[in-house]
């Protein structure tokens, strides 16, 4: 996600009263004889809490499968194609968390949508369509996953960030907008704050990728990931007018800081 997201986030909780630390590690940790856990940090400070939570990833639940009797490795991440299925087989598919391709629920359920449509095909002799957006193909893992970080506020994501559109070679352009100064977020909540962000191929004139930060904003992600979906060209989205007064004319208010088509 964009770096802004992790500080609006920060600020809200730090608004709360949580103590927020960030660019250290910790070094030692004690629980004393009262049950209350000292952390030692490595800037030297230490933090007295009543628990400690580690979140240390996620690891592949592939294990006492049977995987060894058909070559793979228990435990590993199964590695798939676009149609999922497993790499060096001809019948074994893997969708979800397994394949690590995008761990969310919903993608998940996309990937199992193009699985059942490749094997319907594969069995019945049907031609395979596996170009890009096709019909037995989870493409949007790729580039159009979208995600929402239920926080306060919620943080709300597809695409690409700006900087990993940069490092795939995009000649990108970028633009920012305070949802606040949105009409329609003096309908949604009083003293409303917040941020859009949207990211433009300005070889191809697409949107490739926006993030919300807001109050709320989870709602108004579905129309960002069809624009990025559909690669709706820049110049045709100033003709999908949002509703007066919506928070949806954020998009009026990214595409006129952009700047209109010659």
């Known amino acids: 996600m964009e770096p802004f997201a992790g500080e609006l986030v920060t600020d809200a909780l730090r608004e709360l009263g949580v103590d927020v630390r960030t660019g250290v590690n910790p070094t030692r940790v004690d629980r004393d004889e009262h049950g209350l856990v000292t952390t030692t940090l490595d800037d030297g400070t230490t933090v007295v809490t009543s628990e400690v939570l580690a979140a240390t990833g996620r690891s592949a639940h592939t294990k006492d499968l049977g995987l060894e009797t058909v070559g793979l490795t228990p435990g590993d991440w199964l590695q798939v194609d676009d149609t999922m299925l497993v790499q060096g087989t001809d019948w074994l598919y893997a969708v979800g968390d397994a394949n690590h391709r995008a761990l969310l629920t919903h993608q998940g359920k996309y990937q199992a949508r193009a699985a059942g449509e490749a094997i319907a095909a594969r069995h019945q002799g049907s031609p395979l369509h596996t170009e890009p957006w096709g019909a037995h193909v989870a493409t949007a893992d790729h580039a159009a996953v979208p995600q929402v970080t239920f926080t306060d506020p919620e943080v709300a994501s597809v695409g690409l960030t700006e900087a990993k559109a940069r490092e795939q070679g995009l000649n990108v352009r970028a633009v920012e907008y305070e949802l606040g100064n949105v009409a329609g977020a003096s309908l949604q909540a009083d003293g409303y704050t917040g941020r859009a962000k949207m990211v433009v191929d300005e070889d191809r004139g697409v949107v490739v990728g926006v993030t919300f930060v807001g109050q709320d904003v989870a709602e108004m992600l579905h129309a960002a990931t069809i624009a990025v979906v559909g690669e709706v060209p820049v110049d045709r989205l100033w003709h ?13 208010r990214l595409l006129e800081t952009y700047g209109r088509p010659e």
């Not at 999908?240 to 009026?252: D, F, G, H, Q, R």
């Open 240 to 252: 999908a007018v949002p509703a007066y007064p919506t928070m949806n004319e954020i998009w009026l």
